[in-house]
């Protein structure tokens, strides 16, 4: 009977892997049509960059009307060769205590494909869903402790400019939606989806019709963070007539700072929206690396 001990076992598959390498120690085994890889060309590893991948990462601070600390976010965007980008938020709220886990894939242009949102809230498990755009039509799959497994099914009109999943990194991706080939400095448009129609997001998660936004475009600007000083272009989110106003008897407006073209989060302002004396709070990029 033939029998083979762990040690000649491991010498054999060690001899096989050198053959088929050719024996040298910095190369990768491809097939014979292709040329081997330098795996130093790969730049891969700590503090590498993808040769493939775009990549881009940051912290966002929440700050309260007192100037305290009330929320932070880490979000990540992979800009990939096909065209597709996707995000990654995980996002903090302490007063409201809501935490969310996010990963939101988009087209070339920043419309949506589909959407994974995980929900903490009053540091228990709320529900965790994942949509898909599918031309006119948008799919969710969730699972929520209040109502149980659901599954919706909306007919759309029009293709949807916008899912909002509700990091402050997806608040500036409203903005793609503003067509700056017209001359209009203030723009109106309603093709939008969200994961909640709540401010803090800390519903569901499941799709809902986001409602008609006006945007005012004030022109470039230099905008400094902790994280540094960015050229960034400043819109102005203005008042909808249908909503309630805050307890001061301010509505809810947001300002906020981004880049092109990636659309990179850098600074906002919120006013009549926080559940604070003044619903005033802000939010700025204080970490960021690309």
Partial sequence: MFS????????????????ASGGGGGSV????????IPMSENNLGPG?????????????????????????????????????????AFCEIDDARVERDVTYTMKSDFTPIDCFNRLHVGGKFLGAGWIRINGLVAECEVFNTTFGRVSQRIELETPPRTLGSHPLACDALVMPGFDHAKPEK?????????????????????????RALTIEYLGPEKATTGAGTFDAHHYRVLP?????????GKPLTEDIWLTHPDYTFVRAEVRGYLRNKTGFGRYELVEFES
Avoid: C
Wanted: glycine fraction near 10%; charged fraction near 25%; proline fraction near 7%.
């Fill in 29 to 36: 085994a491809v097939a014979q049509d292709k040329q081997p």
């Fill in 186 to 210: 203030v723009q109106t448009y309603s093709r939008g989806l969200s994961t909640s129609p709540l401010l803090d997001g800390g519903s569901g998660p499941l799709i809902s019709h986001h």
């Fill in 240 to 248: 909808d007539p249908t909503r309630p106003l805050h307890p001061s």
């Fill in 48 to 88: 590498k960059k993808s040769p493939y991948v775009r990549n881009k990462r940051g912290k966002i601070m929440y700050i309260g009307d007192d100037g305290n600390e009330r929320g932070r976010e880490w979000f990540s965007f992979s800009f990939r060769e096909d065209g597709e980008i996707t995000m990654r």
């Fill in 4 to 19: 083979l001990d762990r040690r000649s076992l491991f010498m054999a598959t060690a001899a096989t892997a050198a053959a």
